[in-house]
């Protein structure tokens, strides 16, 4: 509480906070799909919903800041799989259906603004 006290307090991270405008959009889409991608690969039952939703929130964050959404989720979470020898969810992951929800997401809402 006192940390928030004092983030709120400082006029630095007032006036930064107006430069960073996507940064905060960005983070929770990460994060959003970071969770779905953690319980698809650890609950089996429900992996098909679970990277399917990570997919679509994935493409929002490249809608946000573009390419780089791939470097706070795509490299973790394949190496994380690589690293722990689970090539089939790999593949799995990356299906042309996953692809596809991507390049759909991206491509609709990119032409809507």
Do not use: N, Q
């Amino acid at each position: 509480m006192l940390g928030a006290l004092l983030l709120t307090a400082s006029p630095l991270h007032l006036v930064c906070a107006k430069g960073l405008t996507t940064d905060i959009y960005l983070a929770a889409f990460v994060a959003v799909t970071l969770a779905l991608a953690v319980e698809g690969m650890e609950r089996p039952e429900a992996r098909g919903w679970t990277l399917t939703a990570a997919a679509a929130v994935a493409a929002l964050g490249f809608l946000t800041k573009g390419p780089a959404v791939w470097l706070f989720t795509l490299l973790p979470i394949a190496f994380e799989m690589l690293a722990s020898r689970r090539g089939a969810e790999l593949r799995e992951l990356f299906s042309l259906t996953r692809v596809a929800i991507f390049a759909a997401t991206s491509r609709v809402s990119s032409s809507d603004l």
